[in-house]
Each structure stands twice: as C-alpha cells, then as structure tokens.
C-alpha cells in the first residue's frame, strides 16, 4: 500500500486505524473518510474528507483525485443495531461495499473487506471453527458478511482485483467505544470497573466469543494487506482470533487487578440470541499460515493495559 483511502474512519477501528496507518505510510498518503466530521486525529492529523460510501461518484471522484492505490472499506452498521434496522444494514454495508468494489475497480485499486465472526450461524462447527464451513447466519449482518465475502472473492476471480479480509472477532479498544455490535459488553465492563467497580452483562454467563486487542487487529490488518498475493488462498475472509471467553472468564482477569470487582447479569435476549449463533472459538491456522498472523495480547496481558489506559483516561478527566 502507497496511497490508502479510509471508509467509515469515525468508528471503532478507523480512529485507531488512520492513525497507525499514517505513521506507516506517512500522514499525507493516508486520506480519512466519514459521513461527517468529528474533531480530533482522524479529521486533523492528515487529509480527511467528507463521504458517504452509496455515492458511487463521489467514491470515484476522490480515489482519482488522490490516486490512491488501496481501499480500507470500513463504513458499516454492526449485528445489534443491525438486527434493530436491518434495512439501513443491508444498505450500508452490502451497497456501500458494492459501490466501493466498483469505483476502485477500474481505477486499480486493492481493496480491504472487514468481515465478522457474525459471517457464521446456529449451524457451524462452534468450537475450533474451521476456515472453511458452513457459514448460514440468522442476522442481517452476518448475511451483509457472508455476501460481502463473496462479492470480494468474486472481484478477485472475475476481475483479478486484489481484495482481502479478514473475519474480526470481538474487538477491545480505548480510544472510541464500539457502536451497536453484540461483543461490545467486553468494552464496555472495564470502564465500569474502572468506574464503578461493578459491571452488569447483558450476554449471559458461558456465553463465549472471539476477541482480539485493538492493537493486534491494526498489525493484522496491514500485515494481511502487505502480504504476498501469491500466498493468499483464502482473500477475503480469514478467521482471526486472540482469546475466546465469557463474561465470568474476563471478570475473573479484571479480578486480577481490581480484587473486589462485581459481576452481575441482566442477558438482552436479542444480543443473547446473536451472541448463541455464533462460534466459541475460531480457527486461525490459515491466517498464520498463509500471512503470518501472530496476535501479542491475551486475556490478562489486554485486562492490565486496558485497565491502565481507562483509569489514566479517568484520571486526566478528574
Ligand atoms: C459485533 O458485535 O457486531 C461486532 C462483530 C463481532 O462483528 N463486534
């Protein structure tokens, strides 16, 4: 990658993305996109542009404008509020990546495809999931996920354009809180114990999923997109997973560090229902071995420097 246009910068990932992108690539080669803008390091630390990813001309207007070279599509809406408003889902992420696949297309451009673990449903393998399965999911984001896989692959065979992806677990990040997804609880309690030194989870105990430290889905994401394409079979879906834990497993490494932490429940039934549909852990020996995925964080080693950056966080408020 040269030159990399951001879709969708405001959310979880894109305000921590552009920034590790531009201190690789330099802040001038990494142009942000959002639907508006929001004061802070995406919009004031290189080229930011206004976008909404359904305008097909606008799209293509800003990647010949830029000469860009790859495409980081990360505009979309997550499972919850997805399933709350899973037409404005479907639009967002399904036609929003069509129209970007076919804007970069002609103009030669790689394109990145963030999938989900959400691609999966109530009829795969939930335990050691393999890479290549059974992928029927019952909400219309992981239906966005499943077809956006596809279109990817599908770019790649017809058009021989260089698409990637990779299946995001869980992501724990600081720096913006997730909006809307199912894994979002496993944010959310460390600022409540940091806070309140209690957190009531709406995903039920011995409900476990795929996670990942924000810091090693950033690695993986450019390491993928650096990657030889002649080791690549499996483009734009690859399984990555850190850890995999319920909401006792987490309680028990905040307990490590905040002894008298309380964890009480009140199960969202929705989110439970999205959470039980998809796998407990995933199998990611295709991204180790295709491009060297090698996630750093575990359980403990994510609890201890999340909760330092939270309480830091909070302290600098007071
Ligand atoms: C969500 O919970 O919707 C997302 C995801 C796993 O894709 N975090």
Request: hydrophobic fraction near 40%; charge should be negative; include cysteine.
């Amino acid at each position: 990658m040269k030159k990399i246009l951001v879709t969708g910068s405001n959310g979880q990932i894109g305000v921590e993305l552009v920034p590790y992108l531009r201190k690789i690539y330099g802040s001038g080669n990494v142009v942000a996109t959002a639907r508006k803008k929001v004061p802070g390091p995406v919009s004031e630390g290189g080229p930011f542009e206004i976008l909404d990813v359904r305008d097909g001309n606008a799209v293509g207007a800003l990647l010949d404008r830029e000469k860009t070279d790859s495409v980081i599509n990360l505009a979309g809406v997550l499972s919850a509020r997805g399933e709350s408003d899973p037409q404005t889902a479907w639009d967002t992420n399904m036609n929003g990546l069509y129209i970007t696949l076919e804007a970069a297309r002609p103009r030669g451009c790689a394109l990145f495809f963030p999938s989900s673990i959400a691609a999966f449903g109530p009829n795969t393998p939930p335990k050691n999931t393999p890479q290549d399965t059974i992928q029927r999911p019952s909400t219309m984001y992981g239906v966005t996920k499943v077809a956006g896989e596809l279109l990817c692959d599908y770019y790649h065979l017809k058009y021989g354009m260089d698409t990637r992806g990779l299946r995001f677990p869980g992501l724990i990040s600081y720096e913006a809180l997730p909006g809307g997804g199912t894994t979002d609880y496993a944010v959310h309690i460390y600022y409540d114990a940091a806070s309140r030194g209690k957190y009531t989870s709406y995903i039920a105990r011995g409900s476990f999923m795929d996670m990942m430290y924000m810091p090693d889905a950033l690695d993986a994401v450019v390491r993928l997109m650096e990657a030889d394409p002649s080791k690549l079979i499996h483009r734009s879906a690859f399984n990555i997973s850190a850890m995999s834990f319920d909401p006792e497993g987490i309680a028990e490494s905040i307990k490590k560090v905040i002894p008298n932490f309380e964890l009480s429940y009140d199960v969202d039934p929705v989110r439970q229902a999205i959470a039980d549909s998809w796998p407990d852990s995933l199998d990611c020996s295709a991204a180790r071995e295709e491009w060297g995925f090698a996630p750093k964080y575990d359980l403990d080693a994510m609890t201890r420097d999340m909760l330092d950056r939270v309480m830091y966080a909070a302290d600098m408020q007071r």
